[in-house]
């Protein structure tokens, strides 16, 4: 069964940069067709989606947190990352990693992991 | 503002049969599939249909999906006091380059 687990400081200061990491157990990676995605939901409101990568490091994010979104993965801890600069109190959320198959019938983001609540504040 | 558009909420009374809509455009539900999730409080949100109107295992069969054009349906029939919970419909976004998801419905059983 695979497992998705979001790891990262709970706290982070206005103006510092958000750092989480997602370890996957259960499946690798690296196989191929899977995509690996950030998506957060700050509190009381709905989804937004991040970015997403792929094993090779191809990355897609979402153009209003572009300038300050890094994706990237580790395939020999079977891990990616999302880094998210210079945080306001406007980015405390509680953040996902999910996996995205990529299928010629579609793609879904089908295992989430279970959250991690992250607040900006001094 | 979410790019889909759906009902901030419905109610409906127990045994009885509820629809959820979601509206999005030619980028995302008029070209990609539509997937639905459900968000129990506090809890990730749980793929309920994929594919437009696919079920993953082990999900009941008193969910189901629909799409036409630019717009999806989640109907949920024979509601259970379980089924309170948050909904939202989401689709890639060609546009976009990524996903996009409905703003949610909050589902109370009368």
């Known amino acids: 069964q695979l497992q998705l687990q979001e790891s990262g400081p709970g706290l982070v200061k206005p103006s510092e940069t958000l750092s989480l990491t997602c370890t996957v157990s259960?499946?690798?990676?690296?196989?191929?067709?899977?995509?690996w995605g950030w998506i957060r939901q700050p509190p009381g409101k709905g989804l937004e989606w991040i970015g997403t990568i792929y094993y090779s490091g191809s990355t897609d994010y979402n153009p209003s947190l572009k300038s300050r979104v890094t994706i990237s993965v580790d395939t020999s801890k079977n891990q990616f990352s999302l880094k998210l600069s210079s945080v306001t109190a406007a980015d405390t959320a509680v953040y996902y990693c999910?996996?995205?198959?990529?299928?010629?019938?579609?793609?879904?983001?089908?295992?989430w992991g279970q959250g991690t609540l992250v607040t900006v504040s001094s | 503002q979410s790019v889909l558009t759906q009902p901030p909420s419905v109610s409906e009374a127990p045994r009885q049969r509820v629809t959820i809509s979601c509206s999005g455009s030619?980028?995302?539900?008029?070209?990609?599939?539509v997937n639905w999730y459900q968000q129990l409080p506090g809890k990730a949100p749980k793929l309920l249909i994929y594919y437009d109107d696919l079920l993953p295992s082990g999900v009941s069969d008193r969910f189901s999906g629909s799409k036409s054009g630019t717009s999806a349906s989640l109907a949920i029939s024979g509601l259970q006091s379980e089924d309170e919970a948050d909904y939202y419909c989401a689709a890639w976004d060609d546009r976009l380059n990524g996903w996009v998801f409905g703003g949610g419905t909050k589902l109370t059983v009368l």
């Open positions: 259960g499946g690798s990676i690296s196989s191929s067709g899977y995509y």
């Open positions: 999910a996996r995205d198959p990529y299928k010629s019938s579609g793609r879904a983001l089908d295992y």
């Open positions: 030619s980028s995302n539900i008029g070209n990609n599939a």
